[in-house]
């Protein structure tokens, strides 16, 4: 009986395990069970421009952003912690590559998404911070500087 048992936590372990990269979540994702609202966010044209520039939430709040890139360049969508790391940040997608995403400075993110190529959707699920207010930026080189929007986040 107890064989039979261990048979089969090793059969379900192999299974979690090699099913691992298939089920993990989107770059950026926290995983939540539900999510309270979808707010969508565009890239339009060829401007380095967030639509809309300013968003607010009330925190707590668990939320699906949706980023559409209708744009005419790759974007990501990169919610910071605090506008003192966004220079970090974005020294640190430059070094990156790939998503525009430095994933070893996790800590000065609230959230991300992986790299939209024109005409790409990509979401991402977060708990919206406490109240203040946090920059969303795009880490694709060269956008940091002029590609910001603000999340304010309420009581």
Not at 13 to 30: E, H, I, T, W
Not at 83 to 90: F, Q, T
Not at 118 to 138: I, K, L, M, N, S
Request: glycine share 10%; charged share 15%.
């Amino acid at each position: 009986m107890i064989v039979g048992r261990c048979s089969r936590l090793v059969l379900v372990l192999g299974m979690l395990f090699a099913g691992a990269s298939s089920a993990a979540p989107a770059l950026g994702a926290q995983t939540h069970e539900h999510v309270d609202t979808t707010i969508v966010i565009r890239a339009n044209g060829s401007s380095l421009e967030f639509s809309p520039a300013r968003i607010s939430l009330k925190q707590g709040t668990h939320v699906r952003l949706r980023f559409i890139n209708e744009g005419t360049l790759p974007h990501n969508v990169v919610i910071a912690r605090s506008d003192d790391d966004i220079d970090a940040l974005a020294m640190g997608a430059m070094q990156a590559g790939g998503d525009y995403v430095p994933l070893d400075q996790k800590d000065k993110m609230i959230a991300w998404t992986k790299l939209a190529s024109p005409g790409q959707t990509v979401d991402v699920t977060f708990v919206v911070p406490p109240a203040g207010e946090y920059t969303y930026v795009c880490l694709f080189s060269g956008h940091a500087a002029m590609m910001l929007g603000t999340l304010r986040s309420l009581q």
